[in-house]
């Protein structure tokens, strides 16, 4: 733990990966030393960092499949002409903040009080749901499907049966061309983000010391709250 | 998407948070006693510690967990054009929850707490 007393340091960095042009990093750190009096301390520190985005994937084959029979829809692959699904180090952010404090109540006795708190985001391509099925061939000569995506196997039927109809009674639906397919939202499939958020606090508080006759006492009272917060998107 | 909700299906879901808490105090004690016949004093120290951990799971959204009105098997009836209908089987029924991740339900929403306070006592030469 830092326990300086005076002083402010700062630190930045900043990079990216120089073959792919991606991956741009950057962390921004300080620390700062303020004195109590002359008997105490309180030490704060702070870290933001931030990276981007790395892609070193191909494509699914099933994705080339599609944009081989579907030429005009080819485009409408997520992340084209990108791979459908990032394969990379995942965008992420994230602060943390520090405090770290002691004070001196007599000359063998103090109190001191630490405290943390981290928030950190993270957001990751998820896998290529496929409107369509298909087969590809491994490098061993084995056939393996590639099945489409279950949100595509549905075709939803609008119209409610009329009411009065014997033959078509009520909760039934009539057979038109009043239907809705995943596909008109999405042609070409599609590649949800997955997103974690977490969050955490540490707190901790005490006061210790030692009597003259050399017996030591440390009574502390800490506080921890940890979260995780997940959630899914399609971009 | 939730497929179960069909055009209504949302395109981004919250899943619920996962949370842990805990609460602890702690007393730690030590003596150092001479011994007449020890080189050094013998250090008797003891504590006491309360501890309390809770894990609380928070529900997401309902079409993150949820069967919609299309999770159900659809009966389907074609319209003979005289007003009667002729039944044309059903459909499948679609999947609940969102589509790769399935977020926390009510029913399994809702904490967990353990508490513990456990002493200690040592006994130690130097």
Aim: proline content about 7%; glycine content about 14%; aromatic content about 12%.
């Amino acid at each position: 733990l830092k326990d300086a007393c005076k002083g402010l340091e700062v630190d930045a960095r900043y990079g990216q990966y120089y073959d792919h042009g991606d991956g741009r990093s950057y962390q921004i750190a300080g620390n700062l030393g303020l004195a109590l009096g002359s008997r105490g301390f309180v030490n704060f520190s702070a870290e933001y960092d931030n990276d981007g985005q790395t892609s070193r994937g191909a494509t699914r084959p099933i994705a080339l499949q599609f944009a081989a029979q579907n030429p005009g829809l080819a485009n409408k692959l997520p992340n084209y002409p990108g791979p459908v699904q990032i394969w990379g180090s995942s965008p992420s952010d994230g602060y943390k903040l520090l405090l770290n404090s002691a004070y001196e109540v007599t000359d063998s006795s103090s109190l001191y009080l630490f405290v943390n708190y981290a928030h950190f985001h993270a957001n990751e391509s998820f896998n290529y749901r496929s409107p369509i099925a298909g087969t590809a061939t491994d490098t061993n000569g084995a056939v393996h499907g590639l099945g489409a995506n279950g949100a595509f196997r549905n075709t939803f039927y609008l119209t409610p049966c009329p009411g009065g109809t014997p033959t078509c009674p009520a909760g039934g639906f009539v057979k038109d061309a009043n239907t809705f397919l995943f596909t008109s939202v999405y042609p070409a499939g599609f590649t949800p983000r997955f997103v974690g958020k977490t969050e955490e606090l540490f707190g901790t508080a005490g006061y210790k010391g030692k009597t003259d006759g050399g017996f030591s006492y440390d009574l502390s009272g800490s506080l921890s709250r940890n979260s995780l917060d997940l959630s899914m998107y399609i971009p | 998407l939730s497929p179960s909700y069909g055009p209504a299906s949302q395109t981004s879901f919250k899943f619920g948070q996962l949370i842990q808490e805990e609460q602890d105090v702690n007393l730690d004690l030590s003596y150092p006693l001479a011994v007449s016949w020890l080189a050094s004093p013998l250090t008797i120290s003891g504590g006491a510690e309360y501890r309390r951990e809770a894990y609380t799971q928070t529900a997401g959204d309902p079409q993150s967990y949820g069967a919609g009105p299309f999770a159900a098997p659809q009966s389907l009836f074609t319209p003979n054009g005289d007003g009667t209908y002729t039944p044309a089987g059903t459909t499948l029924g679609a999947s609940p929850g969102a589509s790769g991740y399935g977020g926390t339900s009510p029913q399994s929403a809702g904490p967990a707490v353990r508490q513990a306070s456990p002493a200690t006592s040592t006994w130690r030469l130097i």
